[in-house]
């Protein structure tokens, strides 16, 4: 277990200073001009990978560094903000298209500024975001704004549940590549849907500091949700690429 991610998980006195201007004042704080510039650069490239036409809503900047407990693990969670109800009744499969274009985007794209990745999502505009920090880049204007809250967490429960997860994702992970595509894609999506049921539930009976939501963290800065985000594209592309050498 990485201590050194567990200690990063308290709050700061105030915004990153490197990403905005009057950070000791919430009620000043606005973002800086050239992150706000990279930003978007970045969400028109990935609009336009999307290849569609498409209507946005906003784009958003939300978790750690939209908030009081950043640091040296955080990135930009950039969110684009879609109205799904343009596609006429076919949003779902537009969203499926969308999320599966960004995990190559992202995938494709080291993208970091300041020193911290940049993480692109589409986000239907009617998705419950349940964040403390929202901050709109179109309107530079705080759509929630972070509260500098510092809730006790219980360090022993926390690696206990830690431990647990860890030990069920790369046990799931080490099942699925020793299985067939369809079982293997079966028993990541299980994972995936209790993985997030588990986030969700904590975020909306404690907040950012719950023990499932910081569990979460800690499995994304550990590298392990990556690995769990990208296996099915990746096994896909081999299985494929198999396929393909067959023809």
């Not at 006195?13 to 970045?42: C, F, H, M, Q, Y």
């Not at 809503?57 to 969670?77: P, Q």
């Not at 999320?99 to 494709?108: G, P």
């Not at 719950?210 to 990208?230: A, H, P, Q, T």
């Amino acid at each position: 277990m990485e201590d050194n991610i567990i200690k990063s998980f308290v709050v700061k006195d105030t915004l990153n200073p490197k990403v905005w201007d009057n950070s000791n004042d919430i009620k000043k704080a606005k973002i800086k001009p050239e992150i706000k510039k990279g930003l978007l650069d970045i969400a028109k490239e990935f609009i336009e990978f999307l290849d569609e036409e498409v209507f946005i809503e906003d784009i958003m900047l939300t978790g750690s560094l939209s908030n009081y407990n950043w640091s040296e693990y955080s990135d930009f969670d950039l969110h684009i903000i879609i109205d799904l109800d343009q596609f006429e009744g076919d949003g779902d499969v537009y969203l499926k298209l969308f999320s599966a274009k960004k995990l190559i985007f992202n995938d494709k794209h080291n993208l970091t500024i300041k020193g911290y990745d940049v993480e692109v999502y589409p986000q239907d505009d009617k998705e419950e975001h349940t964040a403390e920090g929202q901050y709109s880049l179109m309107n530079e204007e705080w759509l929630v704004v972070p509260k500098k809250e510092k809730p006790p967490v219980n360090k022993s429960k926390l690696k206990l549940k830690i431990t647990h997860w860890v030990d069920f994702v790369k046990k799931t992970l080490k099942d699925a590549d020793e299985a067939s595509l369809k079982v293997s894609k079966t028993k990541i999506k299980k994972l995936t849907d209790k993985l997030r049921k588990f986030r969700k539930g904590g975020l909306e009976k404690g907040g950012e500091f719950s023990n499932e939501n910081l569990v979460y963290k800690y499995l994304r800065r550990s590298g392990l949700l990556d690995k769990v985000f990208n296996y099915q594209y990746k096994k896909r592309t081999k299985e494929l690429s198999i396929e393909n050498e067959i023809y």
